[in-house]
DNA sequence: GTCCCTTACGTCAGTCGTAAAAATG
DNA sequence: CATTTTTACGACTGACGTAAGGGAC
């Protein structure tokens, strides 16, 4: 599990596409996808429907989105915090 | 940035040591020396001062380390949450 | 037909282990 | 010399993009 899967997990539950998704983070549809499976299957749940329409969080999906969305704010808190910091190196 | 990298940088900074690091997380002090350094880079700061005694925490080492431990905190809850969940698959 | 997600496949970066090197006591 | 970290190198896994496939409107 890694950084780049949460934040593209929070890109598409907050524009319920994957292909917007894709648009918004420079990628392709396929990566997206593959993104998303791979986070799936580590977390043991399904965290999308996927309809015609568009896709949607499951109830997992809801629960992970609660979850990844604090863990992306601690992370940027984090990187704040070190460039007030000495060791920083630009 | 991966929570592997996460986990062994908390494990190094309790033992305060690689080597014994290596051995608690069934890897190699190489792979264990190659992780922090990866992870130094990221951050874009220094985490430990390797000493011949051990290896201890900087400053930005010890804000990391408070900030990684919530991090992975909070992905221990996510895994509690999902597994009381139906999507859940085992 | 159009749009969207998925699968298949080749390519490239990242990570690991083994082996050797460098540094400290 | 013993211990610990770092570097070098070959092998493997993972992520990406392109191209093709399948379903809904």
Redesign the interface.
Known sequence: ???NQLKVFCLVAEVKSFSKAAKLAHLTQPAISSQIQSLEST????LFTRTSTGVYL???GQ??HH??K??LL??E???D??RL??????
């Open positions: 599990m890694n950084f977390l043991g749940a399904t499951t109830d997992a629960v992970a979850y990844i604090k863990m601690i992370q808190e984090l990187n915090q070190l910091h000495d060791q920083y190196l630009p």
